[in-house]
Structure formats: structure tokens, C-alpha cells
């Protein structure tokens, strides 16, 4: 695999075949940049150009695996090139070892060579005019900055428009990648509340059932069996009511029927009533006001919830339940006689207090659940304190 990497490019190959075969195509042609009897040709021979020629097409093979090195030693083989006839290949060769070195090179080199060659062209065209005081020494500085300034500036150019399209590209992927992970929390948060909603509303009628058919298949007696398959029955169509309404809301208006509207505070009494025909002694206590919808959901199913768990968990003994409001806060107190028993009365998954703790957090609430001693025994407490200001002032 190393070695495999080391290979140049089948591009940079194919340039240093076409270089060097360009090249002997010319020299084959006696054909040269100066002739003969130049005075700068020092060594004169039809065969001395192609040294710079070889070294100039090996160093094209270098043009992206290592850049530097190829172009300072093509800098070497085209000063060499210039004391003999030279080789046109020789010359274009070397051009795009300049190019070639900015835009595959270093962010250094890409910086870099582009000012080293403008200095080198601005120096090639005022020393020689300096020297002879003749106009045609200016051409030197326009073969100069032909041969390393433009070839540099165009890579320079080309690179920036590489970098800007990489980054651009790079921007669109982190956006996507973005907005993928928005929609995966947008879908896990909804998932937790059509979670949170489905064990609220179920939770406690099926509790109830379960109780109630334990009670039911456990005693043989008539009439017991028909009080509990009497309330088996209403918790079942209540359970079912209540299935039907997040379904409503699932399916988002798929038909005309509407789904009913979301519990409030307002039916907390004919909770608490439920929760007496499944057999708890509740006592309801509130002082609430009006309070945003937020809040009257989070409340009523934090209330439901601790109902069911004290239906479940809790020993024979009275559960109350009192909401009061202070002055920018809606706090929920509900108390249960703290069961002893090894395993609940009806199963359940664990997630209740979990969930009530959620929606208490939603609100920049917070929220409480464990015994308590007091003087009559130790009793279970949840506690919830929802704010109502920074609710209120969101909604408006």
C-alpha cells in the first residue's frame, strides 16, 4: 500500500511523457531557443540541452506528490537549460512546475511563491535595464514573470477557487448534517411526549383493571365480581376514550371528527372521582386560579400519575391532593400512606415519576417524590412546583 502511494499520478506520468517527447521531437528537429553562436549558450552540442530536458520531465513526475522539490529542482535543470541552445519543452515544463507547486503545494508554498516570483520578475526587469540603459533589457523581466510570476498567480487563483469550493461544500454537508440532527431530536422529543401522553392517560385505567380483575378472580362472590367488572368496565371505555383522542391528535385532522380537548384543571374533580370508584380514599384540596395550558396539562397529568401510583404502591389509608398558587408559581402536593409491600398491587414499567419529573423540567419546574415521617406515619410525597410567569410572558 506504501508503495502504491509513492507512484505519481497517471496525469503527472502522462505530462512528463508528453514533455520529454515534445522535447526530443525538437531536439530530433535541431531545433533550440538560441543558436549557435549565442553568446550565452557555454556549452555548445546538439546533445547538452537534453540533460536539463531529462531532469525537467522527472521532475514533472514530482508536480503533486512533493511539489517543492520538484520545482526547485526544475529551477536548477532550466538554469542549467540556459547556457546551452535550450529547449522550448524545457521551458513550458518548468512553467508548470510553477503552477503546479502553488496549487498542489503547502499553504506556505501557495502563499509564498506567488510574492518570490513578483520580486524575482520586478529584479530581472530593472537590474538588466540598470546595467545596459537599453529598452530591450525590459524584456527580460517579461520572460521573467512569463516563466514564474504568471504561471504562480494563475495557480494562486485557481487554488483559492478549489478552497472556496471545498469550503462551500464542507458548509453544505455540517448544514445538512445539522439539520438531520435537529430532526432526529425533533422526532426523539416527540416520541418521549406521545410517550409521556400514552402511559399518563392508560396508565391509570389499566391499573385499575388489573386491580380489579385480581380482585375479581381472587374472591367468589357474586357480588364483589360484579362491582369489580363494573369498574373494569369503566375504566375500559374511559381507557379507550382517551386512546381515541391521541390518536385523534396523531393523525393530525386525517378526518372530521375532532379530537376532544385537552385535559385542565377544571377536570381534576371527575379524576379524583375516578380514582375513589377504583377504591382510594382522595381528598381534593386546590386553590388555582387560571393558569396557561401548558401549565393545566403538566399539572393534571402529574396528578393522575400520582393517583395511579398510589393506587398501585400505597397502603390502605387517605390520599390527598391540594394545588395551590402563589404569587408566580402553581405548586402540586400529593400524599399517599407509603405501602410496605414487595411488589405493586398492578404492574408497571417504572417510567410514572420519571415522566412527571419530564414534564416538570419542560416548564423550568421542579419536582419531588419520596417518604416522609410524619405524626400519622410515613406517607409518600410528590411534590411539583411549576412556574406561571415566564410561561404567561412566553404565550404573549
Request: aromatic share 4%.
Amino acid at each position: 500500500m506504501a508503495l502504491r502511494q509513492l507512484r505519481p499520478p497517471r496525469f503527472d506520468v502522462s505530462v512528463a511523457l508528453a514533455g520529454l517527447l515534445g522535447g526530443l521531437l525538437l531536439w530530433g528537429f535541431g531545433l533550440g531557443v538560441r543558436p549557435g553562436d549565442d553568446p550565452l549558450v557555454l556549452v555548445d552540442g546538439r546533445s547538452a540541452l537534453l540533460v536539463p530536458l531529462a531532469v525537467m520531465a522527472c521532475c514533472e513526475l514530482l508536480r503533486r506528490s512533493a511539489p517543492r522539490t520538484a520545482v526547485l529542482a526544475g529551477t536548477v535543470a532550466l538554469a542549467a537549460d540556459t547556457v546551452t541552445r535550450g529547449s522550448i519543452a524545457t521551458i513550458v515544463m518548468y512553467t508548470d512546475l510553477v503552477y503546479a507547486a502553488v496549487v498542489y503545494g503547502t499553504p506556505a508554498t501557495a502563499r509564498r511563491l506567488p510574492w518570490i516570483t513578483g520580486v524575482v520578475t520586478i529584479a530581472a526587469t530593472l537590474v538588466p535595464y540598470a546595467v545596459w540603459r537599453v529598452p530591450e533589457a525590459l524584456l527580460l523581466g517579461l520572460v521573467a514573470g512569463a516563466l514564474t510570476f504568471a504561471p504562480a498567480s494563475t495557480g494562486l487563483i485557481v487554488r483559492n477557487h478549489r478552497d472556496a469550493a471545498d469550503a462551500a461544500r464542507l458548509r453544505a454537508e455540517q448544514t445538512a448534517l445539522l439539520a438531520e440532527m435537529d430532526r432526529v431530536q425533533a422526532v426523539t422529543a416527540e416520541r418521549a411526549r406521545m410517550a409521556r401522553e400514552l402511559h399518563d392517560m392508560v396508565a391509570n385505567h389499566l391499573s385499575a383493571i388489573a386491580i380489579h380483575s385480581t380482585a375479581a378472580l381472587s374472591l367468589d362472590d357474586p357480588g364483589t365480581s360484579r362491582e369489580a367488572l363494573t369498574v373494569i368496565r369503566r375504566n375500559s371505555v374511559q381507557g379507550l376514550a382517551e386512546m381515541r383522542r391521541l390518536i385523534g391528535i396523531l393523525r393530525d385532522g386525517a378526518d372530521d371528527r375532532e379530537p376532544s380537548a385537552t385535559p385542565t384543571l377544571d377536570g381534576l374533580g371527575a379524576l379524583v372521582a375516578g380514582a375513589r370508584a377504583n377504591g382510594l380514599d382522595v381528598t381534593l384540596d386546590t386553590e388555582h386560579g387560571a393558569v396557561p395550558a401548558p401549565v393545566e396539562l403538566a399539572a393534571y397529568r402529574i396528578v393522575q400519575e400520582s393517583l395511579t401510583n398510589a393506587l398501585k404502591h400505597a397502603s390502605a389509608g387517605p390520599v390527598t391532593v391540594c394545588l395551590r398558587r402563589p404569587a408566580d408559581a402553581l405548586e402540586i402536593r400529593v400524599t399517599s400512606v407509603h405501602g410496605d409491600r414487595d411488589t405493586p398491587r398492578a404492574p408497571g414499567s417504572g417510567a410514572g415519576l420519571v415522566g412527571m419529573r419530564e414534564r416538570a423540567a419542560l416548564l423550568d419546574g421542579t419536582f419531588e417524590a419520596g417518604p416522609e415521617s410524619g405524626p400519622d406515619g410515613t406517607l409518600w410525597v410528590v411534590r411539583a412546583t411549576l412556574p406561571v410567569t415566564d410561561v404567561e410572558q412566553g404565550e404573549a
